[in-house]
């Protein structure tokens, strides 16, 4: 949905949070504004039902991993020395 960014109401809590920090960097508030849009990363909506396992939340990136081992837990070569204190002489 497309809107137009005249039609955009902004709270009295959200103009005065744009207008302190424009204030505390020294810039117009639209800049800052833009800025807080520009650099926040694009957000995906996750689709999962309340109490829903790990699994099911990740299911779509299972095996997007090329070239790798499918388990490293079952090769005991990928955990030697998984646990040790390098103090105690293991790097």
């Known amino acids: 949905m ?3 960014p005249k039609q955009i109401e902004l709270s009295p809590e959200m103009k ?19 800025d807080a849009i520009r650099l926040s990363p694009p957000s995906r909506p996750v689709a999962r ?10 299911r ?7 070239d790798a081992p499918s388990d490293l837990s079952t090769n005991p070569n ?11 002489g293991a790097d």
């Not at 309340?50 to 990740?58: L, T």
């Not at 779509?60 to 090329?66: R, S």
């Not at 990928?78 to 390098?86: H, V």
């Open 60 to 66: 779509d990136l299972i095996g997007i991993v090329k």
């Open 49 to 58: 039902e309340a109490g829903g396992s790990f699994y099911e939340a990740m």
């Open 16 to 34: 005065e949070a744009i207008a302190l920090k424009a204030e505390q960097v020294g810039r117009p508030w639209d800049e800052v504004l833009w």
């Open 2 to 4: 497309v809107t137009d």
């Open 78 to 88: 990928y955990l030697e020395g998984f646990g040790r204190d390098r103090q105690n």
